[in-house]
């Protein structure tokens, strides 16, 4: 899955696919890069961000799905319903939610689903992430989500253990470490690990935090995780670099 932010402040790519013409040339190129699914945002997750309303979230994202939807699997990253609802009559066919509260959408509409875990919400959720144990917690969350859905008749139901949304580098690795504990409860796993700040802490590399870090930031942690991630089962990765990582996982399988 290739990440196209529609936004002026998402972390690693803000302003760089801001107007729907370079979001959509630059989701063809993910796609000439080997993606399987583009991934449109509309609104930065990252912490700290602004929240965006809905009319402004769907001016940035319905002109871009439409323009793909004909061409690739197109995905919806939204924490709202209202969007996620117009996006798949616009084409999508996977609510990417990073509330994991979405399901009615995905049932009402026919389309698949991720529930991804967070620990409070963006403008807060790094702020003191606190867990007794993070894998337990995270795994029954997102187990049970995914059978909610499954039970009121989504067909497609992935789990994201949600790297970075209210959690510390070490929640991170641990979640990272344990994921074939997460695969072997029989959910579809997805993840994404791409150009966060923890890859740039286990390397001595500062968080800036002051907005979107150089575009091939944290290449190699994103790669290395990425493929970390497949080796484990996970069968969904979200990322921004696709060619390279397309690239790793080739030379792994081989
Ligand atoms: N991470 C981000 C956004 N959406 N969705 C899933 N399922 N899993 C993730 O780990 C995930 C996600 C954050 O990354 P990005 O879109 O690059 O940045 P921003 O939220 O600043 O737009």
Not at 81 to 99: F, K, M, P
Not at 139 to 148: G, I, L, N, P
């Amino acid at each position: 899955m290739g990440v196209v932010n529609v936004t002026p402040d998402s972390f690693s790519d803000g302003r760089r696919f801001a107007d729907a013409a370079q979001a959509i040339a630059h989701a063809r190129s993910l796609v000439a890069d080997g993606a399987d699914i583009v991934d449109i945002g509309g609104e930065s997750s990252r912490p700290g961000a602004e929240p965006v309303g809905e009319a402004e979230e769907l001016d940035r994202v319905l002109p871009v799905i439409e323009a793909l939807a004909g061409e690739v699997r197109v995905s919806i990253d939204t924490a709202k319903a209202g969007v996620a609802r117009a996006a798949v009559a616009a084409g999508a066919s996977l609510v990417n939610d990073i509330t994991a509260s979405l399901h009615e959408v995905a049932a009402e509409t026919g389309a698949g689903w991720v529930a991804m875990h967070m620990q409070g919400r963006p403008q807060t959720m790094q702020v003191d992430p606190t867990y007794d144990d993070v894998v337990a917690e995270v795994t029954a969350f997102v187990a049970a989500r995914a059978q909610q859905a499954f039970d009121a008749g989504v067909a497609e139901v992935w789990v994201d253990p949600g790297i970075g949304f209210g959690k510390t580098a070490a929640h991170n690795w641990a979640l990272l470490a344990a994921l074939p504990d997460l695969v072997a409860c029989g959910w579809p796993v997805a993840v994404g690990t791409s150009r966060k700040a923890f890859l740039g802490a286990v390397l001595g590399q500062a968080d800036r935090g002051d907005g979107p870090t150089v575009v091939g930031d944290r290449l190699e942690g994103s790669v290395a995780t990425a493929v970390h991630a497949a080796v484990a089962g996970v069968g969904l990765l979200r990322v921004h670099d696709v060619g390279a990582t397309v690239a790793a996982l080739r030379t792994v399988a081989a």
